[in-house]
């Protein structure tokens, strides 16, 4: 089938790729003549598992093309998915310029049916305003030309994009079209195999699914969150109470692990639109500003302990940070929990050495150069005179480190551990102050 895909960000490129890699013939449309370049050269503008490989093999087959040209977009594909940014504005709402720009381009050059499917993540009630921008454009042109809007969304994982793509345990599509939902049923096929993941629905129910799979989920991580705070002060230990939740098969493990707190691009800015959406209908979405709040909090978390260890004092001291990304497998920084960190050290006068396996580009993109701030190539450089270890993401590298090298290389032996990956006990019979989330210190 031949499909256009509007962005070439996280969700548009995984999404054209994925699609050319089981045969269909697709071309991904960006406004950014250098990103499109390089894409046809195979060099990836993100870091993706598994990715790049695909996208050069797709390029090479034919079926994977980029272009910044509308009028060869628009024309190429019956089914054209909207893949581009909705960012948040000031008040948590979600940014929709883009998605309708694209809408207008459809409508500006469509001479015959299509398919216009929704994949940004957007409001409740976005699907009408993709419509409406879309007829406006037709009835400008005064030419009548059917087509459907689509709401398609899309629960890929960062780090793990190309398996939840290829392997869906959902594909949840909303439309009131017979036609558009015989078009997605080939599109997906084959993803759809084993059994049928395919669930179809109303357009405003698809859109608010989205919004409610991720509020779920980050409702999960601020319970657990809250739990681990409470267990701190009760003298409980949260790794034992997660195990002893997670095995009633209703709760499960997934999802449960605490932490300092969640970030990324989808659930702070999901959680925050959603309070938003909630608003504009005159309802007040309690349980949503609970687990953003409780979010916050636990963002600040291991500076509190940094905090509470060194008497408030850090001015001029150094901090060896683990991680940088807001979680395993990305170097995305965005929302991460080690920027309030970092910058919460900084406003103390402390400086930070720091080490991501791939997020230190990233990070140095953010905040420039400066004194305060060493990235450094190894983790083990990372101990060299600094007053103790902070770690923030739970990157495999971390999990069995040489445990008296850290010792023996830190000014003080302290760990202050943002994702739990050490015993406590071990920790103590190795002679550090060990500080975990919700275990007891
Ligand atoms: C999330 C959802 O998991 C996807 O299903 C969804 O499609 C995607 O958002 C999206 O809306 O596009 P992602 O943001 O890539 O995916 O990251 P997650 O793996 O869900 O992790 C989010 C954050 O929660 C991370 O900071 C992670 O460290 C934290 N987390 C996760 C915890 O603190 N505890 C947990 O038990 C799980």
Known sequence: ?????????????????????????????????????????????????????????????????????????VDHGELQFIAVGTPSGEDGSADLQYVVAVAKTIGQRMNGYKAVVNKSTVPIGTA???????????????????????????????????????????????????????????LYAPFNRSHDRMIFMDVRSAELTKYAANAMLATKISFINEMANLAE???????QVRNGIGADPRIGYQFIYPGCGYGGSCFPKDVKAII?????????????????????IQKSK???????????????????????????????MREA??????????????????????AMDETQHIYGLREDLKLVGTKEAALEKADALIICTEWKTFRAPNFELIKSTLLNPVVFDGRNLYEPERMLEYGFDYYAVGRGK
Request: glycine content about 8%; some cysteine; aromatic content about 8%.
């Open 302 to 332: 291991l500076y509190t302990y940094v905090t509470k260890h060194f008497g408030g004092n850090l001015k001029g001291k150094t901090f060896a940070l683990w991680g940088l990304a807001f979680k395993p497998n990305t170097d995305d």
């Open 337 to 358: 929990p080690s920027r309030v960190l970092i910058e919460a050290l900084w406003a103390a006068g402390a400086k930070v050495q720091a080490y991501d396996p791939v």
């Open 128 to 186: 009408e305003k993709v419509s409406e921008a879309l007829l406006g454009e037709l009835n400008a042109r005064g030419v009548d030309v059917p087509f459907d809007v689509v709401s398609n969304p899309e629960f890929l994982k960062e780090g793990a994009a190309i398996n939840d793509f290829m392997k869906p345990d959902r594909i949840v599509v909303g439309t009131n079209s017979e036609r558009a939902e015989k078009l997605l049923r080939e």
């Open 233 to 239: 002060k009760l003298g409980a230990d949260i790794e």
């Open 276 to 296: 938003n959406i909630a608003k504009n209908v005159d309802y007040q979405a309690s349980l949503m500003e609970a687990v953003d709040r409780v979010n916050h």
């Open 1 to 73: 089938m031949k499909v256009t895909v509007f962005g070439t960000g996280y969700v548009g490129l995984v999404t054209g790729t994925c699609l050319a890699d089981v045969g269909h013939d697709v071309l991904c449309v960006d406004v950014d003549q250098k990103k499109v370049d390089n894409l046809k050269n195979g060099i990836i503008p993100i870091f993706e598992p598994g990715l790049e490989p695909i996208v050069k093999q797709a390029v090479q087959n034919g079926l994977l093309n980029f272009t910044t040209n509308m009028d060869e977009a």
